[in-house]
């Protein structure tokens, strides 16, 4: 069952959520939901790339399943293991029970652990599984990716193959920190997001900051484009844009002069020579 009729339905649906698209988000989403196919977004820190998975959640009423990489994810962490203590438990009270029938009664449903890849595989409902920073997983996980992605199927050996009751609707993301195989990209549609145009960005802040001035919105977004010109470790993210709009809100200014930017740059700049560099390039005093 399809969850978006069209991409104009995406980017409306979106935007109920809190999350403006444009016309390259909304058709991918479509695609992907129209095509089953998972969807790879790729770009900066803080472009909203998590928050896209979490607005696909909210508009169609699916619940979200995170799979969070990280150097070190094995399959135990990512698909199932089992309960080894619950095991333990039964393997003592089995008493002279042969080897046999005691592997058959810890080796079952009751002493499965689910992790995030198993969880969407077998739920039922609306779904979407968000395997996120998919580069900071180690190459092997990519393999096991590869069998889920590829069939939306597990295969657990005392179990099994588990194929999925219901096609989850599939978000990797990626700060492009290393590059993805090509077998797994070849399963994905591909959308790559970069910071929004200040146009959108306005209307980004100006959406999920209520009560803040259309003109001091306009001074934010341009301060914030003339950050992420600079050369600097970390440029501001969107959600670092928001929280300043808020931050001048909650001081109860209503312009940004030289002086509220160099007195609230560690709300968008969390290096020191970042903020240096930024008191400099703008001649901040």
Known sequence: MSLFSSPGQVAEALAGSGYLTDQA?????????????PLLVEGPAGVGKTELAKAVAAATDAELIRLQCYEGLDEARALYEWNYKKQLLRIQAAGDQSWDETHDDIFNEDFLLERPLLAAIRRDDPTVLLIDETDKADVEVEGLLLEVLSDFQVTIPELGTIAARRRPFVVLTSNAARELSEALKRRCLYLYLDYPS??????????????????????????????RGLEI?????????????????????????????????????????????????????
């Not at 999920?208 to 484009?225: C, H, K, M, S, Y």
């Open 25 to 37: 988000i909304a058709t991918t989403v479509f695609l992907a939901d129209a095509l089953g196919k």
């Open 198 to 227: 200040a146009e959108r960005e306005r209307d980004i802040v100006l959406s999920r900051v209520p009560g803040i001035e259309a003109a001091l919105t306009e001074q934010l977004v341009a301060t914030i484009g003339a950050l």
């Open 233 to 285: 470790k970390k440029q501001p993210s969107i959600a670092e844009t928001i929280d300043w709009a808020r931050t001048l809100l909650a001081l109860g200014l209503d312009t940004l002069d030289e002086e509220t930017v160099k007195a609230t740059l560690g709300v968008v700049l969390k290096h020191v020579s970042d903020q240096q560099r930024a008191v400099k390039e703008l001649k901040l005093g």
